[in-house]
């Protein structure tokens, strides 16, 4: 079974919900930030015709059932401030990868780590999958914290695993459980 569309997911601050071609002008302003992009398997976007090519394989990941794109929504005024990818899907294994972005104006407020608690909860608890895998390059030291803040288990290194904008790279592998979770939430 393909992976099912995802409905709009509610936070204190954050509504995360599928993307929409409404949403590249305030993905542009996102994607367009070189130190936004720094780190991710794409190059800045220059123009909002580089948004429409994004989207439209974001739509295809969506078409083939691997994945879900979802933005973050700022609820307070309905802007775009994010992204949160569901992707690599696997039924039989009842595992799905993560990615996120966050517009720099955003950073060090906490809104990432809500949004990847809120996906989290619903990939847990209403798709009921066993396991998340997120991949981050160590350099990204915001990024390798977040995931431990929200949860994940640093699982290992895979050393010069993908060549990015002519460079090849380290990869540190985390993993989150249903089981880790479940126990996390018993604890709160």
């Known amino acids: 079974m393909p992976f099912r569309a995802i ?3 509610a936070t204190p601050r954050l509504t995360l919900r599928p ?3 409404a949403d590249l002008e305030d993905l542009l302003e996102i994607n367009g930030d070189p130190e936004v ?6 190059s800045t976007w220059q123009s ?3 948004g429409a090519a994004w989207l439209a394989r974001m739509e295809a990941l969506a078409a083939t059932g691997t994945g879900r794109q979802l933005v973050l929504v700022r609820n307070a005024d309905t802007k775009v401030v994010g992204t949160l990818l569901l992707f690599r899907y696997d039924e039989g294994s009842g595992r799905i990868e993560l990615g996120y972005v966050l517009g720099r104006s955003h950073w060090g407020q906490g809104l990432m780590r809500e949004a990847i608690g809120a996906a989290c909860a619903h990939a847990f608890g209403a ?3 066993r396991r998340i895998e997120a991949e981050v390059n160590p350099a990204n030291v915001a990024s390798n914290q977040l995931l431990l803040g929200a949860g ?3 699982e ?6 993908w060549v990015d904008k002519g460079t090849a790279y380290d990869t540190n592998i985390y993993g989150y459980l249903a089981d ?3 126990s996390r939430a018993d604890r709160r």
């Open 7 to 9: 409905t709009p997911i």
């Open 19 to 21: 993307v929409a071609a």
């Open 37 to 42: 992009t720094r780190f991710l398997p794409y």
């Open 48 to 50: 909002v015709d580089d």
């Open 127 to 129: 798709l009921k999958l």
């Open 152 to 154: 994940f288990v640093l």
């Open 156 to 161: 290992g290194t895979l050393r010069k695993r």
């Open 180 to 182: 880790d979770w479940r």
